[in-house]
């Protein structure tokens, strides 16, 4: 996880601190940071709350891991990711 931390040090120089930040693995879920909170939570789609906007997840059979201290996993097929206001 060294690595990903030091992407998201440069990303947050960048002003995106704020944002959810993720990294996806395809066909297994994803690791999701900076979230404020659970928005909406169905099978095929969850909506997730940063501290400035929201992250819509799409996909198949999704569920929620872990989900402590603003960070959260999320299992499952997940085939989008779009940022919201």
Do not use: C, H, P, W
Request: proline fraction near 0%; aromatic fraction near 8%.
């Amino acid at each position: 996880m060294r690595l990903f931390s030091e992407i998201l040090k440069e990303l947050a120089a960048e002003g995106n601190s704020l944002r959810v930040q993720y990294s996806v693995v395809d066909g297994k879920g994803g690791y999701f940071q900076n979230v404020k909170r659970l928005i909406e939570f169905s099978e095929r789609k969850i909506v997730l709350q940063g501290r400035k906007g929201t992250l819509g997840i799409e996909g198949e059979n999704l569920s929620l891991g872990k989900y402590f201290g603003g960070d959260l996993t999320v299992l499952g097929n997940i085939i989008r990711v779009e940022r919201g206001e």
